[in-house]
Each structure stands twice: as structure tokens, then as C-alpha cells.
């Protein structure tokens, strides 16, 4: 625990000495790991996404046409 703060404190001197250039490249970087953090998880889920619809049809063609119809409300026979 003393080590991760003696980190912290290291961490915010350097950038409290740092000019203003660097923090801002700093938080370019940060910003541009986010994006790509971002993307590669879109990127998986897509992939994901794409596997359970070709498991749902299980190698048969895709036939319908928009959305499924609503099913009728069981409750009212």
C-alpha cells in the first residue's frame, strides 16, 4: 500500500514539473489509448454478435425479411 502511494506521489510531482507540452501529449496519449481500448472491444462484440447469429440459423440461409413478428400474448386464452 506504501508503495503505491510513494508511486502516486511520483507520478503527480512529474507531472506538476512537467511544461505544459508534455501533460498535453500525455493526455493525447491517454485520450488515444482509451479510443483504441474502446474500439477493440466494439471490434470483439461485433465479432461475438456476428457467431451467435450464424449459430442461431445453424448453417441454414437466413430467409427472413426484417423483424420478427411480436408473439401473441399467452395470458389472454
Known sequence: MQDENDQKRKNET????????ERGQ??????E???ERAAKTLREN?????QQGRARRSGDADETSGLPAAKSDESAE
Open 14 to 21: 512529474k507531472l506538476q514539473g512537467a511544461g505544459e507540452g
Open 26 to 31: 500525455e493526455a493525447r496519449r491517454q485520450a
Open 33 to 35: 489509448a482509451r479510443r
Open 46 to 50: 461485433l465479432l461475438r454478435r456476428k
